[in-house]
């Protein structure tokens, strides 16, 4: 691990401060990826940013019937909640699939949805990583490729975003609230949030250098079955082949989320059109334009099963 120095915030407003003045500061709460990707190496800040005292622990109700969810909420605090688990099951439920319980003590509502990507190649420092190093290549295409991405791909990179909560937010139409450098507030769409690899993967999300996530808010409930299905290589602690996120109401229209396919929460809202018609007529919507390797064209084909057996448990 490189040497760095600590700071810690005790205001948003002093956080975004201390990143600014610092080029290479990354903010920490949880830490739960980033001290994992400092020990290898991946990650090199020059100064770790404490956020854990800015007070944006709390979840409160909106007045159009929303909710917010601070920043620095536990991922386990946020699943066993009244409310989230009453009108937002499909997000307590992913958190709950999500990791073991200590993880779930520690991480937070951001640093979920900023996790980075469980790539091997990318974890790998004697591989090519275009994510790791702009301009280097990408080992995945042409390498094993079983666990990776099957579209929103590039030629630069392949990698699937690793996150079960962010994929129940997308699903629930969620909006991301920030603070910019310079102390500007601003809100993104969870739809904008996380950016599709293109030309240059190692830029992840819609963040700017030093932009501090501040909470996520929810709007009013929809109503409908909400379920939430991952499929893994091991029962738990395992990070998604697929999985899928769907709230459907009485009449088989709704919305569904995917996750493990894409570099992003992958929702295409032609695809929820069609759920009315089946699992077979969303598949194709949600899955148009696919780019699967020779090792995981198998999702395809898992995705429409899982889908069929979501929509079966909605209607049950």
């Known amino acids: 691990m490189k040497a760095f120095s600590y700071e810690r915030a005790t205001t948003p407003a002093q956080a975004v401060a201390a990143a600014a003045r610092t080029p290479?500061?990354?903010?920490?709460?949880?830490?739960?990826?980033?001290?994992?990707?400092?020990?290898?190496?991946?990650?090199?800040?020059?100064?770790?940013i404490?956020?854990?005292?800015?007070?944006?622990?709390?979840i409160e109700a909106l007045p159009d019937g929303g909710l917010r969810i601070g920043a620095l909420v536990r991922n386990t605090d946020l699943a066993a909640h009244d409310r989230v688990r009453r009108d937002y099951g499909l997000l307590s439920r992913a958190l709950l699939a999500g990791a073991s319980g200590?993880?779930?003590?520690?991480?937070?509502?951001?640093?979920?949805?900023?996790?980075?990507?469980?790539?091997?190649?990318?974890?790998?420092?004697?591989?090519?990583?275009?994510?790791?190093?702009?301009?280097?290549?990408?080992?995945?295409?042409?390498g094993v490729g079983r666990q990776h991405a099957v579209i929103g791909t590039s030629d630069a990179c392949i990698a699937t975003h690793p996150s079960?909560?962010?994929?129940?937010?997308?699903?629930?139409?969620?909006?991301?609230?920030?603070?910019r450098p310079g102390g500007a507030r601003?809100?993104?769409?969870?739809?904008?949030?996380?950016?599709?690899?293109?030309?240059?993967?190692?830029?992840?999300?819609?963040?700017?250098?030093?932009?501090?996530?501040?909470?996520?808010?929810?709007p009013r409930p929809v109503g409908g079955k909400q379920v939430y299905h991952k499929v893994r290589d091991r029962a738990s602690y395992a990070f998604a082949l697929i999985s899928v996120a769907a709230i459907v109401q009485p009449d088989g229209s709704g919305r569904v989320a995917l996750g493990g396919v894409a570099p992003k929460p992958w929702r295409v809202e032609a695809a929820d059109a069609a759920l009315p018609r089946g699992a077979k007529a969303a598949t194709e919507l949600l899955l148009a334009g696919a780019r699967p390797t020779e090792h995981n064209t198998f999702k395809l084909t898992l995705v429409e099963r899982t889908l069929d057996a979501v929509l079966a448990e909605a209607r049950s």
Do not use: W
């Open 24 to 48: 290479g500061a990354r903010f920490i709460a949880g830490g739960t990826n980033l001290l994992d990707l400092m020990k290898l190496e991946i990650e090199t800040p020059t100064q770790l």
């Open 50 to 58: 404490d956020v854990n005292r800015l007070g944006l622990d709390r």
């Open 186 to 218: 601003r809100a993104i769409a969870i739809a904008d949030f996380h950016r599709l690899p293109g030309a240059t993967p190692h830029i992840e999300t819609a963040l700017v250098p030093g932009e501090l996530v501040t909470a996520v808010t929810l």
């Open 102 to 142: 200590q993880l779930r003590n520690k991480a937070t509502t951001a640093g979920n949805l900023l996790q980075r990507t469980r790539c091997p190649y990318f974890y790998d420092t004697n591989q090519a990583c275009n994510k790791r190093q702009p301009g280097s290549g990408c080992s995945a295409i042409g």
């Open 164 to 179: 079960d909560m962010a994929v129940a937010m997308r699903a629930l139409d969620a909006t991301v609230e920030t603070m």
